[in-house]
T-cell receptor, first 118, second 113 residues
Framework: EPEVTQTPSHQVTQMGQEVILRCVPI?????FYWYRQILGQKVEFLVS????????KSEIFDDQFSVERPDGSNFTLKIRSTKLEDSAMYFC????????????????FGPGTRLTVL | KNQVEQSPQSLIILEGKNCTLQ??????????LRWYKQDTGRGPVSLTI?????NTKSNGRYTATLDADTKQSSLHITASQLSDSASYIC????????????FGRGTSLIVHP
């Protein structure tokens, strides 16, 4: 059964460093998302991406964050200068049709990347 | 401000028993409501998705209900199994401009043998 994959599973970085989290969405899916979950807190939406551009983004997704689909398979989240408060589990998700978050469109989540900023 | 509140925060039941989890939301205008199961250290897995016109949706032993008038939803788990031990998350998306989903904190369910 196809699934969303994410690498690395755990990333440790120093404050101020740039990190790139990688995701391979399910093949033929059209909408891609990034979420984060700080330890012990609820999941928070970061950004949705469709047709090679950002569809929606939350207040969390500031200028420090960027997303890219560099080729036909990968979907990346870059944090330019990490802060301690960026430590969290980051989940990538994809969904099969072009309706995004607006209606019936099941999202398939990856296993997450745990980012630890020291 | 859009909010999703879930109760109880945690629940312990015996294997084979039924349970019901609650979700209240203030998201408006309403687009859809989703229930997810999240195992520890894993990504959420979709259980049900309901839009405004749907009152109930089943997925195996999971049955979700939606009352759009009172802005409440419930997730009923029948004949619980040990593998049902997880966090159950209610997520509500608005419509009309921004569809950014609002997540609840989840209900942590532990099923004991």
């Amino acid at each position: 059964e196809p699934e969303v994959t994410q690498t690395p599973s755990h990333q440790v970085t120093q404050m101020g460093q740039e990190v790139i989290l990688r995701c391979v969405p399910i093949s033929n899916h059209l909408y891609f998302y990034w979420y984060r979950q700080i330890l012990g807190q609820k999941v928070e939406f970061l950004v949705s991406f469709y047709n090679n551009e950002i569809s929606e983004k939350s207040e969390i997704f500031d200028d420090q964050f960027s997303v890219e689909r560099p080729d036909g398979s990968n979907f990346t989240l870059k944090i330019r200068s990490t802060k301690l408060e960026d430590s969290a589990m980051y989940f990538c998700a994809s969904s099969p049709n072009k309706r995004g978050l607006s209606s019936y469109n099941e999202q398939f989540f990856g296993p997450g990347t745990r980012l630890t900023v020291l | 401000k859009n909010q999703v509140e879930q109760s109880p925060q945690s629940l312990i039941i015996l294997e084979g028993k039924n349970c019901t989890l609650q979700c209240n939301y203030t998201v408006s205008p309403f687009s859809n409501l989703r229930w997810y199961k999240q195992d520890t250290g894993r990504g959420p897995v979709s259980l049900t998705i309901m839009t405004f016109s749907e009152n109930t949706k089943s997925n195996g032993r999971y049955t979700a209900t939606l009352d759009a008038d009172t802005k409440q939803s419930s997730l009923h788990i029948t004949a619980s199994q040990l593998s049902d031990s997880a966090s159950y998350i209610c997520v509500v998306s608005a419509s009309g401009g921004s569809y950014i989903p609002t997540f609840g904190r989840g209900t942590s369910l532990i099923v004991h043998p």
